[in-house]
């Protein structure tokens, strides 16, 4: 390399000072960002760290204004169909958009994760609801290339995987559009169907299974967006049972045939003998049980 030339690029990598402040450039003169630098962030904390979000699924009613804002184009029929997988199907935004056209199976009910969590595999299953979302983008789909199930419709890379970014952030923009004020992510739909769920006496270990959960503590998590007025008005509606009478305390008392020793002691109270020996009759009976318990069949 010249002299010149590699003057010329240490100057414009080089801090460049103007007007008080620091600029970077790189080799071709473009005004560079710090945040592109090495270590930028080293250190630093991020900005949502301590941040806790409430476990406030959003209701049916909410869920279905967003839907309707998305329209019927095809652009419309894409996130609508995403929803309906999310919030009646229970994926995760990445095993939603994970699917393949061949991973459906409406006669089962069922949609099928390659990679869930962890690489681990499983079928998840689906309302009729859900289905028919999906039906009206399928048909929207078969003009695309084959793959994703939730692809690019536009530009050079049309069919291949839509990103995770790019579909939160329809999301929020649907949801702001519709007047839905409540945090309207995926994760959030997933809450919704757990909580759904649970209000129709589905038992936790159905519902651990089909939100692909290891530990029964994480899907207790996701009940935990019940409305406490539902919990308040289950406690208000229980009715006092009829209380029943305690046991007699003599007819708990062993029988005084079975409080007799076999031989000896006080001898039976009531039985059909008034002295210590007992009954030829009932030590043959005795004898007779003690050789059938004793049979091998």
């Known amino acids: 390399m010249r002299p010149g030339l590699a003057g010329m690029l240490i100057l414009r990598e080089e801090l460049v000072m103007s007007s008080g402040s620091v600029l970077l450039v790189d080799a071709a003169g473009r005004r560079r960002s710090p945040a592109t630098m090495p270590g930028y962030l080293a250190g630093r904390a991020p900005r949502n760290k301590g941040?806790?979000?409430?476990?406030?699924?959003?209701?049916?009613?909410?869920?279905?204004?967003?839907m309707r804002q998305a329209g019927q184009d095809r652009h419309g029929l894409r996130i609508r169909a995403l929803i309906a997988v999310l919030w009646?199907?229970?994926?995760?935004?990445?095993?939603?958009?994970?699917?393949?056209?061949?991973?459906?199976?409406?006669?089962r009910g069922s949609l099928l994760i390659r990679h869930?969590?962890?690489?681990?595999?499983?079928?998840?299953?689906?309302?009729?609801?859900g289905?028919?979302?999906?039906?009206?983008?399928?048909?929207?789909?078969?003009?695309?290339?084959?793959?994703?199930?939730f692809c690019v419709i536009d530009g050079s890379t049309r069919g291949r995987r839509w990103a995770a970014s790019a579909a939160r952030a329809e999301l929020r923009e649907l949801a702001a559009e519709a007047g839905v004020r409540r945090r309207f992510a995926p994760q959030q739909l997933r809450h919704a169907h757990a909580v759904e769920l649970a209000r129709e006496g589905v038992a936790v270990n159905i519902i651990q299974r089909q939100l692909g959960h290891t530990d029964l503590g994480t899907t207790s998590t996701y009940l935990q967006g019940i409305d406490p007025s539902?919990?308040?008005?289950?406690?208000r509606s229980r009715r006092p049972q009829p209380s029943q009478p305690p046991p007699d305390s003599r007819s708990s008392r062993p029988s005084a045939a079975r409080r007799s020793p076999?031989?000896?002691?006080?001898?039976?109270?009531n039985g059909c003998c008034s002295s210590r020996t007992t009954c030829s009759s009932s030590s043959q009976a005795s004898t007779t049980g003690a050789a059938t318990m004793q049979k091998p069949w």
């Not at 539902?230 to 406690?235: G, N, Y």
């Open 116 to 129: 869930g969590k962890g690489d681990k595999r499983r079928e998840a299953g689906m309302d009729q609801f």
């Open 230 to 235: 539902e919990i308040i008005d289950a406690v």
């Open 51 to 66: 941040m806790h979000y409430p476990p406030d699924p959003p209701r049916a009613e909410e869920i279905v204004v967003v």
């Open 131 to 149: 289905f028919e979302q999906l039906a009206a983008w399928l048909t929207v789909r078969v003009s695309l290339p084959p793959g994703a199930l």
């Open 262 to 269: 076999a031989g000896g002691g006080d001898g039976p109270r």
């Open 88 to 107: 009646r199907g229970g994926l995760r935004i990445s095993e939603a958009l994970a699917l393949n056209e061949t991973d459906i199976d409406e006669r």
